[in-house]
């Protein structure tokens, strides 16, 4: 896929205004096809192809040569739209905590900006997993009248009280570094920030995979510390990949405001406005999105379908989950 970038002036939720904030995004090669625009997860890029390589790419199910795909990277990320890493014009230093506190409408409304900018009218499959169907159900809402489809996988059209519970605990692991506060440069709160992405997968995941992949081999050792090496690889493995803290408590944030009943009279009353043919799917192992809770709102979509499969990996279902996800895909 092609990475392309503009800049925009954004009027933010929060009051504020960013006069030139940059958006990257990818896109796919020839403008033919179906067009099939997916949001990415919390700590992906732009990129589907880096971070979904079995569902996206040349001769995958979404056909980066026969479809015409865009991936947007979300405001306040790390990977180069507009967020905590980028420089503050005010400083020319990055933004770190002065950066303005984003909303997931904020993120939909740059989406519309690169939307108008690629000159596109029609977008035939919306995706978003995770808060990505944050990002997807609140677009949905926003402009009814520009998707045909959309596919909703593992999230919701309003943060639970759970969900905020797992997300505060991981913005008080990045407090508890004090680097965090100094912030004295981007590698401030790194051990916040391993601390934060261990704590996160845990939710991510549920007892039976954790129980299938990280046991012990034998039976008799002394201490279980497989699992706590996993841990600390996977919060290694985030800073590695280029991710500051400051960009995640960011996102962090950003999870607090979902609420696409906000101003419109309710969940109920918002999802009622959605024209797209919507498929929802649950996974039945998701301690994020149990499966009873998106039984309850897709009904609130008219005409829209309940679909559950089974998994070993909770959440993660939705990036794991290859072939039971891409018959979804082919049948909208």
């Known amino acids: 896929m092609i990475r392309q970038e503009i800049t925009v002036p954004l009027e933010l939720e929060c009051g504020a205004r960013l006069e030139s904030a940059r958006l990257v995004f990818h896109t796919s090669g020839a403008r033919a ?102 990002h997807a159900v609140e677009w949905a809402i926003m402009e009814p009248d520009i998707f045909r489809r959309c596919l909703f996988l593992c999230t919701a059209p309003r943060i639970s009280p759970f969900l905020g519970a797992t997300v505060e605990a991981q913005r008080m692991a990045l407090e508890a570094d004090p680097s965090f506060r100094e912030a004295r440069s981007l590698d401030g709160g790194r051990e ?47 800073v590695r990949r280029g991710f500051d803290a400051y960009s995640y408590y960011s996102l962090c944030n950003a999870l607090d405001s979902h609420n696409a009943g906000r101003g419109r009279g309710g969940v109920q009353a918002a999802l009622k406005t959605i024209k797209a043919q919507v498929t929802v799917l649950a996974v039945d192992t998701d301690q994020l999105f149990p499966p009873a809770e998106g039984r309850t709102w897709t009904a609130w979509i008219p005409g829209a379908r309940y679909i559950e499969i089974s998994s070993d990996f909770g959440h993660d279902g939705f990036l794991l989950e290859i072939p039971k996800i891409s018959a979804l895909i082919i049948m909208n």
Not at 112 to 129: E, P, Q, S
Not at 196 to 215: D, H
Request: glycine letters at 10%; a neutral charge; hydrophobic letters at 35%.
């Open 192 to 238: 916040g920030l391993k601390c934060a992405r261990a704590q996160a997968l845990i939710s991510y995941r549920c007892f039976r995979g954790y129980g299938l992949t990280q046991s012990e081999a034998d039976p008799d050792t002394l201490f279980a510390r497989r699992v706590a090496s996993y841990e600390r690889y996977q919060g290694e493995k985030l």
């Open 33 to 134: 096809g179906r067009v099939i625009w997916i949001c990415h997860a919390l700590t992906a890029n732009s990129d589907p192809e880096d971070w979904w390589p079995d569902m996206v790419g040349p001769g995958r199910t979404i056909d980066t040569e026969r479809d015409y795909v865009i991936c947007v990277n979300m405001l306040g990320s790390a990977y180069g739209s507009e967020g905590p890493a980028r420089e503050n014009p005010a400083t020319g230093k990055p933004w770190m905590l002065d950066f303005p506190d984003v909303t997931i409408r904020d993120t939909v409304n740059s989406f519309i900006a690169v939307r108008k900018y690629l000159g596109i009218n029609k977008i035939d499959l919306l995706i978003g997993a995770s808060n990505g169907g944050f």
